[in-house]
């Protein structure tokens, strides 16, 4: 397989003009010219694409500047030009780059530099992860309220003092809590990964304050955060964490649970970006 160098692995490069350059190509291919609301979709919430309004566009994401090719040929993430019903245009980002990947963090942020170059105000982060919590159940869907960087990294580079303050926006929670009373909320705590965590690690997690244990949304936040944008981060519990259930993890478990979930939390999720 050729690899051909990728732009963000030029320590020269300026990832934000990277990001310009990949929101000026979602522009001239999906013929839109700013999106409003940017949405990364996670394990279990892909089927919400189809249920937020009309389609304007499908691109394949390796059309866009600085999107990674995908690890298996016929895998590729797609992003989505969509059109709400009160007419906000919507970009849903089915491409994400997970940290654990290796390629560094200017990578695993660049889906949202460049929802933020695209003129998006609101980004909303959803992801499948572990929960800590004994009252949650494998299926349900929790707002994030808060995070914990296990990674030991950043997407930020050099003295950039960025305050995480309301982090994940506590009016959004309540736009979201609005269409579904019922959803809680908790601290999601990043880990590197690949691998699922120790039971001691979920402890660890626990006793530090986290509820729900995954590999993705905390380094995208923290770059939404400095680009501007208002955050709204949602976790299907696709499993109870490592330990917290007495069976060991499974991809497919988590694979299971969110195929089982999906199409009422995909709805839920349609509902939500519809008031926002
Ligand atoms: N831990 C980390 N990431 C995950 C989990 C988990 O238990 N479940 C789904 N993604």
Not at 66 to 90: C, D, K, W
Not at 187 to 206: I, L
Request: glycine share 10%; with cysteine; net charge negative.
């Amino acid at each position: 397989m050729s690899h051909e160098p990728h732009p963000l692995d030029d320590p020269a490069a300026d990832p934000f003009e990277i990001a310009a350059q990949a929101a000026a190509d979602i522009a001239r291919l999906t013929g839109v010219e700013r999106h409003d609301i940017a949405l990364t979709l996670g394990s279990g919430w892909g089927q919400a694409a189809d249920l937020i309004g009309e389609t304007i566009a499908t691109l394949d994401a390796t059309e866009v500047t600085g999107f990674s090719r995908p690890a298996l040929e016929g895998h590729g993430g797609t992003l989505r030009s969509i059109l709400t019903a009160r007419g906000s245009h919507v970009l849903v980002i089915g491409a994400r780059t997970h940290f654990y990947e290796g390629h560094g963090t200017r990578r695993v942020v660049h889906s949202v530099r460049t929802a933020a170059a695209t003129g998006a105000r609101t980004m909303v982060l959803t992801n499948g992860a572990g929960g800590i919590r004994q009252t949650w159940k494998p299926g349900q869907p929790v707002l994030i309220s808060d995070h914990i960087n296990l990674t030991g990294a950043s997407p930020l580079e050099g003295a950039t003092f960025v305050d995480l303050t309301d982090l994940y926006s506590t009016r959004l929670r309540d736009v979201a809590r609005r269409v579904d009373a019922s959803l809680d909320e908790g601290v999601y705590c990043q880990f590197r990964g690949p691998q699922y965590e120790t039971p001691a690690e979920v402890q660890m997690a626990k006793i530090i304050g986290g509820h729900i244990v995954g590999m993705s949304t905390a380094l995208e936040a923290i770059a939404a955060r400095q680009a501007g944008m208002e955050i709204l981060g949602m976790s299907l519990i696709t499993n109870m964490a490592a330990g917290i259930q007495a069976t060991p993890l499974s991809h497919a478990e988590v694979i299971e649970a969110g195929t089982a979930a999906a199409p009422r939390i995909s709805a839920l999720l349609a509902e939500i970006v519809g008031q926002l």
